[in-house]
Protein backbone atom coordinates (compact mmCIF):
# COMPACT_ATOMS: atom_id res chain seq x y z
CA UNK A 1 0.00 0.00 0.00
CA UNK A 2 1.25 3.36 -0.58
CA UNK A 3 0.46 6.62 1.01
CA UNK A 4 0.88 10.23 -0.12
CA UNK A 5 -0.53 13.82 1.44
CA UNK A 6 -1.62 17.04 -0.11
CA UNK A 7 -2.44 19.85 1.95
CA UNK A 8 -5.65 21.53 1.52
CA UNK A 9 -7.36 24.95 2.24
CA UNK A 10 -9.53 24.87 5.40
CA UNK A 11 -7.04 22.80 8.03
CA UNK A 12 -7.63 19.86 5.67
CA UNK A 13 -5.60 17.24 3.69
CA UNK A 14 -6.03 14.50 1.40
CA UNK A 15 -4.28 11.12 1.40
CA UNK A 16 -4.26 9.41 -1.93
CA UNK A 17 -4.04 5.68 -1.10
CA UNK A 18 -3.26 3.13 -3.41
CA UNK A 19 -3.57 -0.56 -3.05
CA UNK A 20 -2.04 -3.17 -4.97
CA UNK A 21 -4.49 -6.00 -6.97
CA UNK A 22 -2.69 -8.78 -4.68
CA UNK A 23 -2.91 -7.29 -1.36
CA UNK A 24 -6.64 -6.04 -2.18
CA UNK A 25 -7.17 -9.61 -3.39
CA UNK A 26 -7.04 -10.89 0.69
CA UNK A 27 -9.74 -8.70 1.48
CA UNK A 28 -12.14 -10.39 -1.48
CA UNK A 29 -10.81 -13.75 -0.22
CA UNK A 30 -12.07 -12.64 3.04
CA UNK A 31 -15.12 -11.32 1.96
CA UNK A 32 -16.38 -14.36 -0.43
CA UNK A 33 -15.10 -16.55 3.69
CA UNK A 34 -17.92 -13.72 4.97
CA UNK A 35 -20.15 -14.69 2.21
CA UNK A 36 -20.14 -18.38 2.39
CA UNK A 37 -21.18 -18.65 6.13
CA UNK A 38 -24.10 -16.89 5.57
CA UNK A 39 -24.98 -18.45 1.63
CA UNK A 40 -26.93 -21.32 1.79
CA UNK A 41 -25.75 -23.83 -1.17
CA UNK A 42 -27.20 -26.94 -1.70
CA UNK A 43 -24.69 -30.00 -1.11
CA UNK A 44 -22.45 -27.35 1.01
CA UNK A 45 -22.55 -27.12 4.45
CA UNK A 46 -22.68 -23.20 5.64
CA UNK A 47 -18.96 -21.83 5.47
CA UNK A 48 -17.60 -24.42 3.32
CA UNK A 49 -18.70 -23.67 -0.82
CA UNK A 50 -15.85 -22.91 -2.67
CA UNK A 51 -14.91 -19.35 -3.63
CA UNK A 52 -15.79 -20.67 -7.72
CA UNK A 53 -19.09 -21.80 -6.42
CA UNK A 54 -20.08 -18.77 -4.49
CA UNK A 55 -18.53 -16.62 -7.99
CA UNK A 56 -20.86 -18.72 -10.17
CA UNK A 57 -24.21 -17.82 -7.93
CA UNK A 58 -23.72 -14.51 -7.11
CA UNK A 59 -21.04 -12.84 -9.22
CA UNK A 60 -17.49 -11.61 -8.38
CA UNK A 61 -18.96 -8.12 -7.92
CA UNK A 62 -20.99 -8.73 -4.61
CA UNK A 63 -17.68 -9.89 -2.81
CA UNK A 64 -15.46 -6.56 -4.09
CA UNK A 65 -18.35 -4.79 -2.75
CA UNK A 66 -18.11 -6.28 0.46
CA UNK A 67 -14.59 -6.33 0.39
CA UNK A 68 -13.86 -2.50 -0.12
CA UNK A 69 -16.60 -1.56 2.39
CA UNK A 70 -15.01 -4.17 4.97
CA UNK A 71 -10.80 -2.98 4.23
CA UNK A 72 -11.28 0.33 3.06
CA UNK A 73 -11.53 1.67 6.90
CA UNK A 74 -8.48 -0.27 7.81
CA UNK A 75 -6.57 0.88 4.89
CA UNK A 76 -7.34 4.23 5.54
CA UNK A 77 -6.58 3.68 9.24
CA UNK A 78 -3.33 2.24 8.54
CA UNK A 79 -2.33 5.68 5.85
CA UNK A 80 -2.84 7.52 8.47
CA UNK A 81 -0.68 5.85 10.84
CA UNK A 82 1.99 5.48 8.38
CA UNK A 83 1.60 8.92 7.46
CA UNK A 84 1.43 10.54 11.11
CA UNK A 85 -1.73 12.39 10.07
CA UNK A 86 -3.26 13.79 13.21
CA UNK A 87 -7.01 14.15 11.75
CA UNK A 88 -10.01 15.34 14.18
CA UNK A 89 -12.87 14.08 12.20
CA UNK A 90 -14.10 11.08 10.11
CA UNK A 91 -12.78 11.33 6.60
CA UNK A 92 -15.09 11.95 3.70
CA UNK A 93 -13.62 8.94 1.48
CA UNK A 94 -14.00 8.64 -2.80
CA UNK A 95 -13.20 5.93 -4.62
CA UNK A 96 -11.07 6.42 -7.16
CA UNK A 97 -10.20 3.36 -9.15
CA UNK A 98 -10.79 -0.37 -8.40
CA UNK A 99 -14.25 -0.89 -7.74
CA UNK A 100 -14.69 -3.60 -10.72
CA UNK A 101 -11.54 -4.66 -10.92
CA UNK A 102 -7.59 -4.05 -10.68
CA UNK A 103 -5.57 -2.38 -8.04
CA UNK A 104 -7.64 -0.01 -5.27
CA UNK A 105 -6.94 3.76 -5.32
CA UNK A 106 -9.27 6.20 -2.55
CA UNK A 107 -8.52 9.61 -1.43
CA UNK A 108 -9.59 11.01 1.79
CA UNK A 109 -9.94 14.09 2.68
CA UNK A 110 -9.98 14.76 6.91
CA UNK A 111 -9.50 17.59 8.80
CA UNK A 112 -6.19 17.58 10.91
CA UNK A 113 -5.30 18.97 13.65
CA UNK A 114 -3.84 22.60 13.23
CA UNK A 115 -0.34 23.65 14.51
CA UNK A 116 -0.75 27.37 16.17
CA UNK A 117 1.66 30.21 16.55
CA UNK A 118 2.65 30.94 20.24
CA UNK A 119 5.05 33.89 20.08
CA UNK A 120 6.84 34.67 23.17
CA UNK A 121 6.42 31.52 24.39
CA UNK A 122 9.91 31.81 26.00
CA UNK A 123 9.09 34.74 28.26
CA UNK A 124 5.90 34.37 30.36
CA UNK A 125 5.18 36.45 33.19
CA UNK A 126 3.17 34.68 35.77
CA UNK A 127 1.70 36.36 38.84
CA UNK A 128 1.13 34.10 42.11
CA UNK A 129 0.52 34.20 45.84
CA UNK A 130 3.43 35.33 47.96
CA UNK A 131 5.15 31.88 49.09
CA UNK A 132 6.67 33.72 51.85
CA UNK A 133 5.07 33.66 55.07
CA UNK A 134 4.64 36.74 57.23
CA UNK A 135 3.72 37.76 60.70
CA UNK A 136 0.26 38.95 59.79
CA UNK A 137 -0.41 35.67 58.31
CA UNK A 138 0.74 33.95 61.22
CA UNK A 139 -1.65 36.19 63.21
CA UNK A 140 -4.34 35.44 61.32
CA UNK A 141 -4.11 31.84 61.76
CA UNK A 142 -4.21 32.08 65.64
CA UNK A 143 -7.14 34.79 65.83
CA UNK A 144 -8.76 31.86 63.61
CA UNK A 145 -7.93 29.30 66.25
CA UNK A 146 -8.51 32.05 69.11
CA UNK A 147 -12.26 32.09 67.54
CA UNK A 148 -13.04 29.00 68.29
CA UNK A 149 -12.55 29.55 71.87
CA UNK A 150 -14.91 32.56 71.94
CA UNK A 151 -17.92 32.55 74.26
CA UNK A 152 -21.27 34.45 73.00
CA UNK A 153 -22.07 37.06 75.85
CA UNK A 154 -24.90 39.12 76.08
CA UNK A 155 -25.09 42.88 75.65
CA UNK A 156 -27.63 45.95 76.03
CA UNK A 157 -25.64 48.12 73.42
CA UNK A 158 -26.17 48.17 69.98
CA UNK A 159 -25.31 45.43 67.29
CA UNK A 160 -22.10 45.71 65.33
CA UNK A 161 -19.99 43.70 62.81
CA UNK A 162 -18.90 40.26 64.65
CA UNK A 163 -22.07 39.96 67.00
CA UNK A 164 -24.41 37.25 67.20
CA UNK A 165 -27.70 38.45 67.10
CA UNK A 166 -31.06 35.98 67.54
CA UNK A 167 -33.57 36.90 65.13
CA UNK A 168 -36.59 36.22 63.71
CA UNK A 169 -37.05 36.64 60.12
CA UNK A 170 -39.87 36.86 57.57
CA UNK A 171 -39.25 37.26 53.58
CA UNK A 172 -42.40 37.68 51.27
CA UNK A 173 -42.80 37.55 47.80
CA UNK A 174 -46.34 38.81 45.98
CA UNK A 175 -48.29 38.86 49.88
CA UNK A 176 -46.42 34.51 49.94
CA UNK A 177 -44.06 33.70 52.47
CA UNK A 178 -40.64 32.69 50.79
CA UNK A 179 -39.00 29.80 51.36
CA UNK A 180 -35.70 29.56 52.83
CA UNK A 181 -36.13 33.22 54.26
CA UNK A 182 -38.76 32.29 56.88
CA UNK A 183 -37.32 31.27 60.42
CA UNK A 184 -37.74 31.98 64.37
CA UNK A 185 -35.11 32.48 66.79
CA UNK A 186 -32.17 32.27 64.12
CA UNK A 187 -28.41 33.34 64.96
CA UNK A 188 -27.10 35.62 62.70
CA UNK A 189 -23.98 37.00 62.62
CA UNK A 190 -23.56 40.39 61.55
CA UNK A 191 -21.28 41.22 59.10
CA UNK A 192 -21.31 37.98 57.33
CA UNK A 193 -23.66 38.96 54.66
CA UNK A 194 -24.45 35.09 54.41
CA UNK A 195 -27.89 35.76 53.24
CA UNK A 196 -28.33 39.15 51.86
CA UNK A 197 -26.07 42.48 52.43
CA UNK A 198 -29.02 44.39 52.85
CA UNK A 199 -30.21 42.68 56.38
CA UNK A 200 -26.29 43.05 57.65
CA UNK A 201 -26.46 46.79 56.91
CA UNK A 202 -30.15 46.96 58.71
CA UNK A 203 -28.63 45.14 61.79
CA UNK A 204 -25.61 47.13 62.46
CA UNK A 205 -27.12 49.51 65.07
CA UNK A 206 -30.22 47.62 65.71
CA UNK A 207 -31.35 47.33 69.50
CA UNK A 208 -33.32 44.44 71.41
CA UNK A 209 -36.92 45.14 70.53
CA UNK A 210 -36.35 46.35 66.88
CA UNK A 211 -38.37 45.62 63.92
CA UNK A 212 -36.87 45.94 60.56
CA UNK A 213 -39.52 46.20 57.34
CA UNK A 214 -37.20 46.71 54.39
CA UNK A 215 -37.43 45.32 50.48
CA UNK A 216 -34.42 43.42 48.87
CA UNK A 217 -33.61 42.07 45.21
CA UNK A 218 -34.77 39.57 44.19
CA UNK A 219 -32.59 36.94 43.12
CA UNK A 220 -33.84 36.09 39.16
CA UNK A 221 -33.21 39.12 37.36
CA UNK A 222 -36.15 39.25 35.09
CA UNK A 223 -38.21 40.26 38.25
CA UNK A 224 -39.08 43.24 39.38
CA UNK A 225 -40.70 42.95 42.36
CA UNK A 226 -38.73 42.88 45.30
CA UNK A 227 -39.01 40.49 48.39
CA UNK A 228 -39.76 41.69 51.37
CA UNK A 229 -38.13 41.20 54.61
CA UNK A 230 -39.40 41.67 58.14
CA UNK A 231 -37.15 40.85 61.13
CA UNK A 232 -37.18 41.48 64.69
CA UNK A 233 -33.95 41.55 66.89
CA UNK A 234 -34.57 39.58 70.48
CA UNK A 235 -31.11 39.40 71.39
CA UNK A 236 -27.72 40.77 71.07
CA UNK A 237 -24.63 38.62 71.77
CA UNK A 238 -20.75 39.72 71.37
CA UNK A 239 -17.87 36.68 71.13
CA UNK A 240 -15.51 37.13 73.58
CA UNK A 241 -12.32 36.29 73.15
CA UNK A 242 -9.71 34.02 75.51
CA UNK A 243 -6.53 35.82 75.99
CA UNK A 244 -3.42 34.45 74.42
CA UNK A 245 -1.30 33.35 76.80
CA UNK A 246 0.45 30.10 77.54
CA UNK A 247 -2.37 28.93 79.17
CA UNK A 248 -4.51 28.96 76.27
CA UNK A 249 -2.49 27.77 74.11
CA UNK A 250 -2.44 24.27 75.86
CA UNK A 251 -5.79 24.14 76.54
CA UNK A 252 -6.49 24.89 72.68
CA UNK A 253 -3.70 22.60 70.90
CA UNK A 254 -0.80 20.01 71.88
CA UNK A 255 1.73 22.43 73.12
CA UNK A 256 2.83 24.06 76.22
CA UNK A 257 3.26 28.17 74.93
CA UNK A 258 2.20 30.52 72.63
CA UNK A 259 5.77 31.02 70.93
CA UNK A 260 5.39 26.67 70.39
CA UNK A 261 2.12 26.92 68.74
CA UNK A 262 2.94 30.68 66.65
CA UNK A 263 6.08 28.01 65.67
CA UNK A 264 4.27 25.06 64.31
CA UNK A 265 1.25 27.59 62.34
CA UNK A 266 4.37 28.94 61.00
CA UNK A 267 6.15 25.89 59.83
CA UNK A 268 2.85 24.37 58.46
CA UNK A 269 2.51 27.45 56.42
CA UNK A 270 5.64 27.28 55.26
CA UNK A 271 4.54 24.39 53.67
CA UNK A 272 0.99 25.20 52.56
CA UNK A 273 1.81 28.48 50.73
CA UNK A 274 4.61 27.11 48.85
CA UNK A 275 2.32 24.38 47.57
CA UNK A 276 -0.73 26.98 46.49
CA UNK A 277 1.99 29.15 44.34
CA UNK A 278 3.09 25.89 42.62
CA UNK A 279 -0.24 25.67 41.48
CA UNK A 280 -0.74 28.58 41.18
CA UNK A 281 2.11 29.12 39.35
CA UNK A 282 0.95 26.24 37.07
CA UNK A 283 -2.33 27.50 36.14
CA UNK A 284 -1.04 30.93 35.60
CA UNK A 285 1.40 29.71 33.12
CA UNK A 286 -1.58 27.69 31.73
CA UNK A 287 -3.39 31.02 31.72
CA UNK A 288 -0.53 33.00 29.92
CA UNK A 289 -0.11 30.96 26.98
CA UNK A 290 -3.59 30.62 26.19
CA UNK A 291 -3.65 33.90 25.35
CA UNK A 292 -0.84 34.08 23.10
CA UNK A 293 -3.14 31.71 20.83
CA UNK A 294 -4.68 34.58 18.33
CA UNK A 295 -6.32 31.44 16.28
CA UNK A 296 -9.82 30.17 16.52
CA UNK A 297 -9.43 26.25 16.92
CA UNK A 298 -11.30 24.33 14.73
CA UNK A 299 -14.97 23.51 15.95
CA UNK A 300 -14.73 20.21 15.56
CA UNK A 301 -12.32 20.18 18.40
CA UNK A 302 -14.41 22.44 20.57
CA UNK A 303 -17.61 20.47 20.17
CA UNK A 304 -15.91 17.58 21.18
CA UNK A 305 -14.49 18.94 24.18
CA UNK A 306 -17.86 20.65 24.80
CA UNK A 307 -19.34 16.98 24.82
CA UNK A 308 -16.58 15.87 27.22
CA UNK A 309 -16.72 18.33 29.82
CA UNK A 310 -20.69 17.92 29.89
CA UNK A 311 -20.51 14.75 30.38
CA UNK A 312 -18.19 15.10 33.49
CA UNK A 313 -20.40 17.54 34.70
CA UNK A 314 -23.47 14.92 34.58
CA UNK A 315 -21.21 12.43 36.54
CA UNK A 316 -20.26 14.76 39.34
CA UNK A 317 -24.29 15.98 39.84
CA UNK A 318 -24.92 12.40 39.73
CA UNK A 319 -22.53 11.08 42.05
CA UNK A 320 -24.12 14.42 44.70
CA UNK A 321 -27.45 13.15 43.80
CA UNK A 322 -28.27 16.37 41.50
CA UNK A 323 -29.90 16.33 37.58
CA UNK A 324 -28.76 18.96 35.52
CA UNK A 325 -32.43 20.97 36.17
CA UNK A 326 -31.80 20.65 39.81
CA UNK A 327 -27.75 21.84 39.62
CA UNK A 328 -29.62 25.10 37.74
CA UNK A 329 -32.20 25.54 39.52
CA UNK A 330 -29.79 25.65 42.59
CA UNK A 331 -27.26 27.90 41.29
CA UNK A 332 -29.71 30.72 39.43
CA UNK A 333 -28.94 29.58 35.64
CA UNK A 334 -30.39 29.30 32.36
CA UNK A 335 -29.31 25.84 30.47
CA UNK A 336 -28.13 28.97 27.79
CA UNK A 337 -26.03 30.17 30.25
CA UNK A 338 -24.32 27.18 31.22
CA UNK A 339 -23.96 25.68 27.28
CA UNK A 340 -22.42 29.31 27.22
CA UNK A 341 -19.73 28.59 30.26
CA UNK A 342 -19.09 25.01 28.75
CA UNK A 343 -17.90 26.76 25.62
CA UNK A 344 -15.54 29.32 26.55
CA UNK A 345 -14.48 26.67 28.85
CA UNK A 346 -13.86 23.97 26.06
CA UNK A 347 -12.76 27.14 23.60
CA UNK A 348 -9.78 27.62 26.29
CA UNK A 349 -8.78 24.20 26.85
CA UNK A 350 -8.14 23.53 23.54
CA UNK A 351 -6.06 26.52 22.56
CA UNK A 352 -4.21 25.45 25.87
CA UNK A 353 -3.35 21.42 24.14
CA UNK A 354 -2.95 23.08 21.22
CA UNK A 355 -0.65 25.73 22.38
CA UNK A 356 1.23 23.18 24.89
CA UNK A 357 1.93 20.34 21.50
CA UNK A 358 3.29 23.65 19.78
CA UNK A 359 5.43 24.24 23.16
CA UNK A 360 6.35 20.23 22.78
CA UNK A 361 7.48 20.52 19.06
CA UNK A 362 9.35 23.78 19.02
CA UNK A 363 11.59 22.53 22.03
CA UNK A 364 12.12 18.82 20.98
CA UNK A 365 10.02 17.31 24.66
CA UNK A 366 9.59 13.78 23.61
CA UNK A 367 7.97 11.64 26.07
CA UNK A 368 9.92 7.72 26.31
CA UNK A 369 9.39 4.56 26.42
CA UNK A 370 9.88 4.57 30.66
CA UNK A 371 7.95 7.89 30.78
CA UNK A 372 4.93 5.63 28.78
CA UNK A 373 5.42 2.85 30.91
CA UNK A 374 5.46 4.65 34.19
CA UNK A 375 2.28 6.56 33.49
CA UNK A 376 0.67 3.21 32.34
CA UNK A 377 1.60 2.00 35.84
CA UNK A 378 -0.03 5.00 37.34
CA UNK A 379 -3.13 5.16 35.59
CA UNK A 380 -3.53 1.20 36.24
CA UNK A 381 -3.13 2.01 39.92
CA UNK A 382 -6.20 4.72 39.61
CA UNK A 383 -8.29 1.75 37.97
CA UNK A 384 -8.10 -0.71 39.61
CA UNK A 385 -6.40 -2.92 36.38
CA UNK A 386 -2.73 -4.41 36.34
CA UNK A 387 -0.56 -2.44 34.19
CA UNK A 388 -0.22 -5.43 31.85
CA UNK A 389 -3.79 -5.68 31.41
CA UNK A 390 -4.42 -2.00 30.87
CA UNK A 391 -1.49 -1.95 28.64
CA UNK A 392 -3.15 -4.59 26.15
CA UNK A 393 -6.43 -2.29 25.86
CA UNK A 394 -4.56 0.99 25.09
CA UNK A 395 -2.85 -1.22 22.57
CA UNK A 396 -6.23 -2.59 21.14
CA UNK A 397 -7.34 1.59 21.37
CA UNK A 398 -7.37 3.18 18.17
CA UNK A 399 -4.27 6.06 19.10
CA UNK A 400 -4.82 4.22 23.32
CA UNK A 401 -0.87 4.71 23.79
CA UNK A 402 -0.37 7.61 21.54
CA UNK A 403 -2.79 9.10 23.50
CA UNK A 404 -1.09 8.43 26.77
CA UNK A 405 2.14 9.73 25.33
CA UNK A 406 0.64 13.26 24.03
CA UNK A 407 -1.08 13.70 27.81
CA UNK A 408 3.12 13.02 29.10
CA UNK A 409 4.35 15.62 26.09
CA UNK A 410 2.15 18.62 27.21
CA UNK A 411 2.60 17.96 30.95
CA UNK A 412 6.31 17.90 29.86
CA UNK A 413 5.89 21.27 28.35
CA UNK A 414 3.74 22.59 30.91
CA UNK A 415 6.78 22.01 33.13
CA UNK A 416 9.42 23.16 31.27
CA UNK A 417 7.12 26.72 30.38
CA UNK A 418 6.54 27.27 34.58
CA UNK A 419 10.69 26.76 34.69
CA UNK A 420 11.30 29.45 32.39
CA UNK A 421 8.42 32.01 33.49
CA UNK A 422 9.30 34.75 34.86
CA UNK A 423 7.09 34.92 38.73
CA UNK A 424 6.13 38.06 40.66
CA UNK A 425 3.81 38.17 43.49
CA UNK A 426 0.84 40.32 43.54
CA UNK A 427 2.97 43.38 44.03
CA UNK A 428 4.57 42.52 41.23
CA UNK A 429 8.05 42.13 43.34
CA UNK A 430 10.12 38.67 41.98
CA UNK A 431 9.76 35.93 43.18
CA UNK A 432 12.56 33.37 43.87
CA UNK A 433 12.05 29.81 42.67
CA UNK A 434 13.23 28.36 46.00
CA UNK A 435 10.55 30.30 47.38
CA UNK A 436 8.04 27.52 46.41
CA UNK A 437 9.83 25.00 47.94
CA UNK A 438 8.05 23.45 51.11
CA UNK A 439 10.98 24.65 54.12
CA UNK A 440 9.11 22.00 56.73
CA UNK A 441 8.17 18.56 56.61
CA UNK A 442 3.96 18.13 57.76
CA UNK A 443 1.90 14.97 57.05
CA UNK A 444 -0.34 15.59 54.42
CA UNK A 445 0.65 19.49 53.91
CA UNK A 446 0.82 19.01 50.51
CA UNK A 447 -3.04 19.10 50.13
CA UNK A 448 -3.98 21.31 53.12
CA UNK A 449 -4.81 25.49 52.60
CA UNK A 450 -3.92 28.18 54.40
CA UNK A 451 -7.79 28.97 55.46
CA UNK A 452 -8.08 25.75 56.66
CA UNK A 453 -4.32 25.06 58.13
CA UNK A 454 -5.48 25.22 61.79
CA UNK A 455 -7.38 22.40 61.90
CA UNK A 456 -3.83 20.58 61.90
CA UNK A 457 -3.39 21.46 65.35
CA UNK A 458 -4.45 18.76 67.52
CA UNK A 459 -7.18 20.54 69.37
CA UNK A 460 -9.68 19.40 72.26
CA UNK A 461 -12.39 20.95 70.70
CA UNK A 462 -15.12 20.27 67.90
CA UNK A 463 -13.39 21.90 64.60
CA UNK A 464 -14.32 24.71 62.56
CA UNK A 465 -17.42 24.27 60.54
CA UNK A 466 -16.78 22.89 56.93
CA UNK A 467 -18.38 25.29 54.21
CA UNK A 468 -19.86 23.63 51.37
CA UNK A 469 -17.78 23.32 48.37
Not at 419 to 445: F, S, W
Request: glycine share 6%.
Amino acid sequence: MRTSVEPLEGNRVKLVVEVDESEFEKAVDAAFRRIAREARIPGFRPGKAPRRILEARIGAGVARQEALRESLPEYYEQAVLESAVDAIAPPEIDITSGQDSGPVAFDAVVEVRPKVRIPGYEHLRVTIPDPRVSEEEVDGQLERLRAQFGELSVVSRPARDGDHLTIDIAGSFGGEPVEGLTADDYLYEVGSESIVPELDRQLRGAKVGDILDFDVEHPDPDETRRIRLRVLVKEVKEKVLPEVDDEWANEASEFDTVAELREHLRARLADVKPAQSRAALEEGTLAALVELVDEEPPATLIDAEVERQAHQLVLRLRSQGLSVEEYLEASGRSADDLSEQLRQRATDAVKADLALRAVAAAEGIEATDDDVEAQIHVMAHQVGQEPDELRRRLEGADGGLQAVRSDIERAKALQWLSEHAEIVDEQGRPVERGDLEPTARHENAEGATAEGDVESVHLQVASAEEQPS
